[in-house]
């Protein structure tokens, strides 16, 4: 069994509208990939179809985590076997306070490994204020609710410490950067690197800006336009898609 996230070939449809035109693409352990492309492309689709999302139909193709297939599993069991997805928005709930979130994502992460969880709450909270130190972020968040008047470059911060809490086999992150000023990208950028060196996760992150790639620097670029890749290449693609745009895919009215 090869270890590896890989799409074949998906298509994608919403109710009777094809989105993803065939996508094939394989992230390795340890690998950063990026996913780039113009708005309306099929990124976050990408994302949302790897998440079990309900909306996205797989019409044809495949989507596996180390060889085994993640069409017939549920989100919670995606996450269980090691997938992890941080999403452009995420959601506010106010009512329960982040260090009780993640300390039920985490059991649920590990539900079968019972080596990795924590018998007593105090244990979990003393690992949850370590990897917070760890990646710098201010541990008063801990007992906030859940994203509650979070800052847009505190919300991406939770989510990567969320990332270290599940230590992720791949982690799929759409638009981190959406929204950061420069220092955040690098503070956000930062803390993926750390975590996915720590755990050999594979990282496949989609962005339409080359910012937050000088930080991640990915050694695979996949350029998608309109449901399809239509380009592979190493980290130069970025300079060039900088430089150039998208015209060679979408034509110059775009
Ligand atoms: P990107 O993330 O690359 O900007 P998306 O994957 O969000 O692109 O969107 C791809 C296409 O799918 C767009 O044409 C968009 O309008 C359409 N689409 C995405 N989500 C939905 C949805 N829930 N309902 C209908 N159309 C959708
Ligand atoms: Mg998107």
Not at 114 to 119: D, E, G, R, S, T
């Given at each position: 069994m090869t270890q590896q996230l890989e799409l074949t070939n998906l298509h994608v449809s919403i109710e009777e509208k094809e989105i993803l035109k065939g996508i094939s693409l394989s992230v390795k352990p340890g690998e950063i990939h990026a996913i780039m492309g113009p708005n309306g492309s099929g990124k976050s689709t990408t994302a949302a179809t790897l998440a079990g999302h309900p909306t996205y139909s797989v019409t044809s193709g495949d989507m596996l985590l180390d060889g085994e297939s993640l069409l017939e599993k549920s989100p919670d069991e995606r996450a269980q076997m090691g997938l992890f997805l941080a999403f452009q928005y995420p959601v506010e709930v106010p009512g329960v306070k982040v260090q009780n979130f993640l300390r039920h994502a985490h059991q649920a992460r590990f539900a079968d490994e019972?080596?990795?969880?924590?018998?007593k709450v105090i244990d979990f909270r003393k690992h949850l204020k370590a990897l917070a130190a760890e990646l710098q972020i201010n541990p008063e968040l801990l007992t906030r609710g859940l994203n509650e008047g979070f800052s847009g470059g505190e919300k991406k911060q939770l989510e990567i410490l969320q990332m270290a809490v599940l230590e992720p086999k791949y982690a799929i992150l759409d638009e981190t950067d959406s929204g950061l000023d420069i220092d955040a990208i690098k503070k956000v950028s930062a803390g993926v690197v750390k975590v996915a060196k720590k755990h050999g996760t594979g990282v496949l992150v989609i962005t339409h800006y080359k910012r937050i790639l000088e930080f991640l620097k990915p050694g695979f670029v996949h350029v998608m336009v309109k449901g399809k890749i239509v380009k592979n290449g190493g980290p130069e693609l970025v300079d060039t898609l900088e430089a150039e745009g998208y015209k060679d895919w979408v034509g110059e009215e775009n």
């Open positions: 019972p080596k990795k969880l924590f018998a």
